[in-house]
Each structure stands twice: as structure tokens, then as C-alpha cells.
């Protein structure tokens, strides 16, 4: 299954909580990315990040938050700020992050508001 | 910016008939296509890329560049394709996105018996 795994599995968020959903892969992958998934509107890039300590904004990094300390590594954190958080959130890797490579995904993390 | 559509929402078909799953793109340069298939309760997966020119499950696309399309088709659907399926788009080797891809909204495909 590609050795990216996501947890939790579920996750609830109350209002004016932050929350950190996990990424780890153990396939050496320099490249990681973060998706959000919604009905009818495909995935969408929220962050990814090349190489460790380096990451750049997607299309929708409002309100969303992550690091790449390590290589296995790209926690994304849910902040106060994301309106409309509930959604799936996908993680992906890649070898080296360039155009044209295949992505790997995770198992996904389900965010639910209460 | 770049832009993948896919027009259809949902799709059915029965086993047997032939299936095809449409895709446009909008990308000045040479993009990179690719389809990727989430069955029930697995990950997201890659299918296909064009750049591969296999065929695979028996799927195959063509990358119709004059169209701006890149069509998923298979003669004879299967009961186990059932799934949803993404079209996606990342830049060509000159580009700056670091391998981002843009997703279409997503095809569900429902093989009947």
C-alpha cells in the first residue's frame, strides 16, 4: 500500500481548536504533499514541500499550517482560522517532487467539526 | 493556471458495454496526464499517465493535444471498476510547480450486472 500511513483515521475538531493531522512514509520520498478532499470539487493542493525544512503554499494554505523537520515527516495543523474545515485530507509522496511524477497516497484522515 | 474538467459526475454503465470516462485539460505548455482510481475503502492510486502509453486493467487514454482531452476508455467494463476516477494534470519538465498536480472534480463509474 505504498507505505505512507495517516492518523488518526478520524479526527473531531471543536470551535477554536487547532488540531495536527499526521503523515509518516518510509519510502525515502524527498517530496510530500497535502490534499483536501470535498464532494464534487475534487482534491485540492493545500501544501507540499520538496525537501526537508522547505515547503511552499498550494492553492488553498489558508487557514492550514505544516513542517518538514524530518523526511518521513509533514504534519499538517488545522488552525482556528479554517473556516470549513470538514473535509478528508489525503497525503502524498513522490521521489523528487518534479513534474511528471507519480504521487503515492495515504489512507486519508477524516476531519469532522462538532 | 491550469485546469482539468471533468465533466461527468456520475456515469453508469452495464458489464460488457464499453465505458468512457471524459477529461479536458487547460495548460499552455506539455502537460503530464495522468488518471488515478480510488476503488471502495482503498487509497487513492495511480491508473495510468499518458506519457506511459500502456494499457492498464484494461483502460487506455490518448492524449489528444488539438482537443485539449484525455479520455479514459475501456471496450468491456467490469463489475470490479466500479470506483471513482480522477484525471490529473502536472506541468511539463520545464515547469515550476515542483510536481503539483491539478485534479478534476472526479467521476463516479458504476458497472452494473
Known amino acids: 500500500d505504498g507505505g505512507i500511513t495517516q492518523s488518526p483515521k478520524y479526527l473531531f475538531r471543536k470551535e477554536g481548536q487547532n488540531v495536527t493531522l499526521s503523515c509518516e512514509q518510509n519510502l525515502n520520498h524527498d517530496a510530500m504533499y497535502w490534499y483536501r478532499q470535498d464532494p464534487g470539487q475534487g482534491l485540492r493542493l493545500i501544501y507540499y514541500s520538496q525537501i526537508v525544512n522547505d515547503f511552499q503554499k498550494g492553492d488553498i494554505a489558508e487557514g492550514y499550517s505544516v513542517s518538514r523537520e524530518k523526511k518521513e515527516s509533514f504534519p499538517l495543523t488545522v488552525t482556528s482560522a479554517q473556516k470549513n474545515p470538514t473535509a478528508f485530507y489525503l497525503c502524498a509522496s513522490s521521489i523528487e517532487g518534479t513534474p511528471g511524477e507519480t504521487q503515492y497516497f495515504g489512507p486519508g484522515t477524516r476531519l469532522l467539526v462538532l | 493556471a491550469q485546469r482539468v474538467t471533468q465533466p461527468e459526475k456520475l456515469l453508469s454503465v452495464f458489464k460488457g458495454a464499453p465505458v468512457e470516462l471524459k477529461c479536458n485539460y487547460s495548460y499552455s505548455g506539455s502537460p503530464e496526464l495522468f488518471w488515478y482510481v480510488q476503488y471502495s475503502r482503498q487509497r487513492l492510486q495511480l491508473l495510468l499517465r499518458h506519457i506511459s502509453r500502456e494499457s492498464i486493467k484494461g483502460f487506455t487514454a490518448d492524449l489528444n493535444k488539438g482537443e485539449t482531452s484525455f479520455h479514459l476508455k475501456k471496450p468491456f467494463a467490469q463489475e470490479e471498476d466500479s470506483a471513482m476516477y480522477y484525471c490529473?494534470?502536472?506541468?511539463?519538465?520545464?515547469?515550476?510547480?515542483?510536481?503539483?498536480?491539478?485534479f478534476g472534480q472526479g467521476t463516479i463509474l458504476t458497472v452494473h450486472p
Open positions: 490529473a494534470l502536472s506541468e511539463d519538465a520545464g515547469g515550476t510547480s515542483y510536481g503539483k498536480l491539478t
